[in-house]
Structure formats: structure tokens, C-alpha cells
């Protein structure tokens, strides 16, 4: 009896604590929700000092969502975007996740200089060596294209170090058994560790695709126009009217963010697969 | 050993050298550009601005493409924000368009780093002489050649409140009789004591440390100073001679005295929450502000105080250069076509219903009714007729000081020592010229 | 020339196209920077300047200039606050939802999204609810929580805590990224290990510290040493929010670049600034690795 109840209790308070974080953690997008929501500019610009921001009331219509759709090209932007960065961390994975591999697994003259190099990229900041990134595109001839904004991005620093830190705890029993059967490194890369290492995937996956996803910088160096145009640098052109509409910034955003977020809600699925059967473990 | 380390140095200067030395080389070259009915192409860019003056822009090019037969005029947007990074990248890159705007004294780095062709030999003397000043003195640089021309001018002053203003038995101001120091304050006095006024004058710091170039510049030039003495090339003596340290106490202590709010950072103080009686913004709030939800009839033009030496008015915006590309595709004429055709009183008429700027020719401003005598913006007009446009430094340090300067007041607002705070951007500023010899042409 | 085993050219075949990309994009251009910084590089070279080498004299100046110490400062204070406390919040964020209870798909999502929300946007609403009045958001809700004893702050609007506002503001859109690292270390364990231990008599909060933790070891690892190296990146919410203010009290070190190379346009002076931030960085990390490692 004793037993039930106290179960019941950690349950209820377990889902109080998510509770507490779920308000900490949803307020913004729910003020951004509501803000976007709200056809009238100058009560969004009032409500901005009080609590009235994240209560729907007053003109509560898409005409925000229509001002955006009218004043840009967002299909074509949004495309880009879905382009470049779906582009980008498909291959990236591959590429990435095959020198982790080599890192993790495998035994290589400067092995350990490489590993090192690749720690301390990640160090550097993109501000520090945009310019010289942007002579060497102009002699490749590739400014203002899909290239230019993809081949550069290809391999992630970071990205590497998350699945070398991955495939260094897989059982080493698991390649020893494949070299048994006559199997090529790249078979085990390509058959035994990657398969298992689902999570870690979707994890790169997905904070690659964040990154790119919200990429400035680089593509507002690199493109001149509309054509190759991504939705970030699209987006910069509301935020310098005066007043700035902050619905119409609000509606644009919630159009960035809330796909991202369904994606993350699909894929997130992969989470649920525990590694328990694997087994050998040590 | 050795070996290695010497081959590794070599292949980096080699690299390095590849990289930095001489910048790319582009299709482009020497060669005119011409499109498969034989028309001249001229490339033009121009910074997004507002919806409305998008449609202007568009119809604009529209008209001249299809008023004509031998050019056609390609025109690529670009978003505000970020104009300036994806400019710089295009001079880096090599791939400038033949013509482009830029905001006003920014004109100054490019002819410096010989990326714009000066236009002076292609204006006439009608166009000259219908020009404002303003327009003339923003765009020329320190060689004494013209570089930019501007469809418009900028139109700064003191919006106010009109029933707040009587309200508080202040007196109504006029460009013949402007208030002095001393009734300025009395003014703001009067205004705080009102229930409804918090802050009586809103100095839009939410706007950031970019606007006090501008916005500031009048108060500074009224008492006498400067941010940036063109001939010297130098900011010491003029961003810190005694005229602008007191222009600038003046500020800290407005800020003190809670007559502006030093931690602003709502935008709508003047029109929306209405706890501000009078509002140091430009014509682009006058839509804004004289809309219904705002100050309706209400809301008036006033000008700046004369501290000293005068009534000043800010001044400067967006006018169009002809690029060093549109020398090297041979399309200077072409350009100068188009550049006129903005310039024409037929492309000007319609400015002002896009941007609500002020035309910068004054046959088109005869045309338009708020600005004759009665009319609500006719403060603009007349500040900018008289001279009284204190036109922000024409230099290529112009971003340095822009920067500076902004840093510098926001710190001095918060209470650090203003001798203290401009001296240091003096001397970022000075040290930016030494580092770039801008000695001038 | 040694003789190359099979598996030294597997090895090379699956490391070399990231590694190419790596070299191009990444290493070529860092050793441009770290040249010009030898040099009186400006943004844009007009027809008469000179690249010229200049030594160290772009060291020297960094060296000797109080606003470099002021963002070290400031990049140090940041980092010491934010690592632990954004670390140990995503843990306890992590183990909370890797349960088989129902919504955690649901927790999952929204304790991410912050980190999917543009920061131009996070900043944005963060400002508002740092609005300093004492109808503020934050602090009606401070207020309310602390019966008043908590009195309006200022928030971003003054020096003495700008740097906190930044925290919070950092803290809050970092947190759901380390989570989900952490989720995915989490996963590995397999779940015999728990079994084993409750069969032994451990609670919960045992099993937390004698299983969890030692084998989260390497991704914890990996979460604090990336999130050390992106503490000191510190950039984009300082731009948008403060700017570096208010007087110089959130400037960082990649802020400090940024101002002095694309705004003052001083190239080569930035770079060294890159270089500088780029070992300091390094030193750290390779000091906590080593650290770690011997724990």
C-alpha cells in the first residue's frame, strides 16, 4: 500500500519539477506565438512592457504571416535554406563520422596531430577568418552559388570530436570479431559502428543543421542577391525599419523556428532506442 | 627534421601570399556587358528600405527600362542591416555593381579605397544650382570631387506634443525664435511636472549606440563643436574642445535629472505610452506619429534649441555613387543616364509618398504641400534651405567615429567622466587615421 | 619511405575528405589570419597602401591594451559561471526525461527549443523581460517568489549586471543543446548496470552518483570542454543585446574582434587578437583535458 503511494508521489512530483521547466523554458516561444498573432503593430509595441505580451486578445489574426509572405519570396528563401543545410549535413555526417572513425578505430601516422588539429578548430572563431575564407571562394570562382555555401561546411569540427567521442566507447570486441571475418575497416565503419550509433547521428544531426540552419555571416558575404539567398539574411530586412514591426519579426520567426522544431520532434524518436542490447560491454 | 619544418614554412608563405595578394580574378574584366537584344546592362543595388519604397523603386526601374531603348537596368535589393558587410564583401570579391547607395558620408571609405568614379563632370548646372546645399556638401569628398548624389535629404528635429506642450504652458518654438539653454530647460522643466510625462524628452536610445552621429551632432555643433575636423583629419580638438564636453554633460545630465530615461528601451514612448513630450527623431517617425493611434493633429515639428551658435540640424541619408566597375565595363555614360533619371523631377515627385524623406531638389518641394509655408513639415524644408544642416563627417573613418562616439555616450549617459570617455575616442579614432594615412587627397 | 600497412590507407581514405574541407576552409585561412596578424592588414587595401610586415607591433598594442584584459575579464567571468551551471542544469534536465514515462517526447521538445529559436529573436524577448522598471517581467516574477525581498534590477542596463543578464540569457538557450549530448551519452549505459546496483540496494540517488556519472564520463567531458571553448566565443548575444555595454562591462574578446576588424576595419590587428584568444582557448582546454582525464 505504502509502496504505491510513494510511487505515486515521486510520479507527480517528478512530472511537477518537468512542469517547472516547461514554464521557464516556453514562455519565449509562446510570446512569440501570441506576438505574431496579433495584427495590430502598435498594441504589440505596448504590451512589450508588461505581461499583456503574452496574452492573445485584441486583433487576434494572420496578418502578420500575409505582410511576410507578401513582402518577400519566402518559398524561394525557404528553400535555400532546406537546401543548403539538408545538403550540407548529409554529406557532413558521412564525412565526419569516417574520420572519427579512422580517429577512433584505426592506427595512422599523425594520427595524434590530427586529433589534436581538430580539438583546437573548434577553438576558432568563424569572425577571425572570414576574410581570408572569402578570398580563397573568389578565386575558386564559386561566390554567390549553392556551392559556396555548402562545401565549406562540409566537415565540422565539432561534429568529428562528437563521434570520435562516441565510437571510443564501442566494444572493441565488436572489431576484433569483423578482422576475424576478412572484413575491411570501412565494412566495420559502415555495418557495425554506425548502425549502433543512432543516437549520436541524430544528435550530430540535428545541432549541424542548427548551426547551419541559423548561419549569417557567411552567407551575407557570400551571396549577392536573391537567387542563392537563405532565410537568415532575409530575415535581417525587418529589423531595421523604424519602427520595426515586431509582429511581422515575430511571424517570420515562428515561420524559422517552428518547422525546425517539428523536425527535432520527429527525430527525436531515435532517442527511445536504448542501447541495452548491445550487451557487451568491457 | 629541418626539412620538414622549412617545407611547411614555405608552402605557408606560399599559401598566404595566394591568398592575401591581389584579389580574385572574375569573369568580368574589361568588357561591357550587353543582353541578347543589344541593350547596354547596368547593374544597380540599392538597400531594401520599406515596403513602399520598394514598389517605388521597382516602378521606377520599370519606367526607365521601358522609356528608352539602349540600357537596361538590372536592379538587385539588398537588406538593410547588412548592407554594408555584403558591400564590402563585393569590393573584396571584385564584383561591385556599376551603381549603388550607400548612407551618406559611408561614401567617404569607398572613393578612398578608389572604388567609386567621380560624377562631377556629368552634372549640369540646372541640377546644380536645384539642389540642396546639403545634398552637394554630403557628397563630395575630401579631393573636392562628387561622388554621391541623393534623391533626398534626412529631416531631424524635435517632434513634440502639441497638447502636452500647451498643457504645460510652454511655449511653441520657430526656427526665427528658438528656445535658448536656459528655456530649454525651463521647457523640460515644466513638462516633468506634468502627471502624465515621465520622461520629458525621448532620445530613442533604443535605437543603439549607431544614432548618436547623427542625432547628436546638432546639440555638439550648436555649442560650438564638432566630432571630427575634415581638414586636420583629426578628432582631438574637435570631439573634445570645450564646446562638445559641455554638449555632452549636457546629456549626462539630462539623464541624471530624469529628463531622458537612461535605460530606454521602449520605442514608443513619444506616440504610443505617451510619457515623453517631445521625441529627437526624423521624418521617418511622421507616418507613425501622426497616425491616429498616435499623436493625430497633435503632433508638431519643432526646432532644436540654439545653445550658442544657432540652430543645427542633423542631416544626410542614402545617395546614389557610381562605381569603379562601371569604369572598367565602360558604362559611365549609361550610368550617368540612370543616375539623372533618379535625379529627375519626375522620379523625385513620388519620393516622398514612398519614403516621407525630404525631396533633395527644390523645384520638386514646391510641389508638395506640407512643405510650403503652413505645411506640417515645413521646419525641414526651411532648416535645410537656410544652412542650418550640420552635414556629419565626410571621411573614410566615418564608421570609426560613428562607433566610437555612439560607445562614448551611452557610457557617459551611465555616469562615466565625459572628458574621460571622448578622449578615449579621440584617440581610437585619431589612431585609426594614423593606422589608414588618411591624409587626405 | 615506410612501408604503408593496409589499414594506414583504409585509414587515409576515410579521413581524407574531411580533412581536405578541414585544411581549405579552416586551417588555410587560420594561417592567413595568424600572417596578417604580422602585418598592417585593413579590411579593404586601397590603391595606394602597402601590405606591410610590422612585426609584433600588432602584439604589442594588444598587450598592453586595457579593453583586451577587460573582455579576458569578462570572457573568464562568464565561462566560470556559465559552465557548471549550464553543465550540471542539462544533467539534471537529461535524467529527468530519459524515463519511460509518458510526454517525454513532449519535455524533450520543449526543453530544446530554445536552442532552435534564432538568437536575434531570444535576445529580442529577453530584453523585454529584462525591462528594468518594476513592472518588468522578471522582476514582477522575482518579486512575487521572494515576498518582495528581491527589489527591481536594472538588468542589462547597468554595469553591474549586464554580465548576469547575459548569463541567464546565455544559460537558458545553451542549456537545451548539452542536453541532448548528454541524452545520447545516457543511452549507451546499458541498463543491466542499473539493475545490478538496485539489486545490490541502491536508491536512486545512489545509482545516479556509482553508475550514471562514471559512465558518462567521456561525453561529460566532451560537454564541458565544448562548452568552455564556446564560452569564450561569447559574441552574438552581446552584439544584439548590449553591445558590449553598458560601459564596456560585456565586451568579450570575439566581440573585441569583431569591433576591431570589421568595424574599425584593422585586419591585421584583429587577427591578432584571433591568435591570442586562439592559444589562450587552447591552453585551457588542453589544461582541463589533462585534468579530467586524471580524475
Redesign the interface.
Known sequence: MKNRLTQKLK?IV??L??LF??Y???F??F??IVSSLKGDE?QI??D????K?FIPYGEINFQNYIDVFE?LDIARFLFNSVFITGVTISIGV???S??A???AR????F?KI?LF?????????I???L??????V??M?I??TYTVQI?????D??S???FY??F??LPKALDEAAIVDGA???KI?WKVALPLSK??I??AL??NG?ARW?D??WP???????TYRPL??????F??????MWGD??AF?VI??VP??IM??LF?KQ?K????S??V?G | MLKRIIAVLISTMMIFSLVACGSGSNEQGASTEVNEEGKVVVNMWRHEGTPKESEYYNQLVEDFNSSQDSIELKVTSLPDATYMEQVNAAILSNDLPDLLDLDGPQMAGFANVGALTPIDSFISDTLKNDLLPSIIDQGTYEDGHIYALGQFESGLSFWANKSLLEEAGVRIPTLDSPWDTAEFYESLDKLKALDSVQYPLDIKLNYGTGYWIYSYLPFVASFGGDYFDSTDFSANGALNSDASIKAFEMVQEMAEKGYINGNQSTDDDFYGSKISALSLVGHWMYPTHTSEEGLGEDAILIPFPDFGKGVKTGSGSWAWSMTSAAKEHNVEDEVWTVLEYLLSESALAGIFEANGAIPSRVSVLDQIPEFQENGILYLYREQLEKGHAKVRPVTPVFGVIQSEVGEAAMNIIKGSDVLEELNKAVEEIDQTVEDNGYHGK | MKHITKQEKEAWILSAPAILILILFLVIPFVSAFMFSFTNRMLIMGPDMDLKFIGFSNYGKLLTDPEFYNALKNNFVFAIVVVPVQTSLALLLAVLINHKMKGMNFFRTIFFSPVVITMVVVATIWALLFNPTASGYLNVMLSKMSFGLIKPLSWHHSADSSMLSIIILSIWQGVGFQMIIILAGLQYIPKELYEAAKIDGANKIEQFFYVTIPNLKNTLMFVIITTTIFAFKLFTQVMILTEGGPQGSTKTLVFLLYKEGFTKMKVGYASAIAVVFFVIVLGISLIQRKIMKED
Open positions: 510520479k517528478h512530472y519539477v518537468l521547466f516547461t521557464i523554458f516556453i519565449p516561444l510570446f512569440m502598435m509595441i505596448k512589450m512592457s508588461s505581461l505580451a513582402r558521412i564525412f565526419n569516417m574520420l572513425f579512422a580517429l584505426m592506427e595512422f601516422r594520427k590530427i588539429a581538430i580539438l583546437a578548430l573548434i577553438i576558432v572563431p569572425e577571425s577568418i576574410i581570408p575564407m572569402l578570398l580563397i573568389n578565386k570562382d561566390i554567390n562545401i565549406p561546411f562540409v566537415a569540427a565539432f568529428i570530436f562528437l567521442q562516441s571510443l566507447d575491411s575497416y570501412f565503419y543516437p549520436v541524430v544528435t540535428i545541432l542548427l541559423g549569417l555571416i551575407l558575404m557570400v551571396t549577392r542577391g536573391e537568415t539574411v532575409a530575415m535581417q530586412q529589423f531595421t525599419l523604424r519602427p520595426i519579426v515575430f520567426s524559422i523556428t525546425v522544431l527535432y520532434l527525436q532517442f532506442e536504448s542501447v541495452a548491445t550487451g560491454k
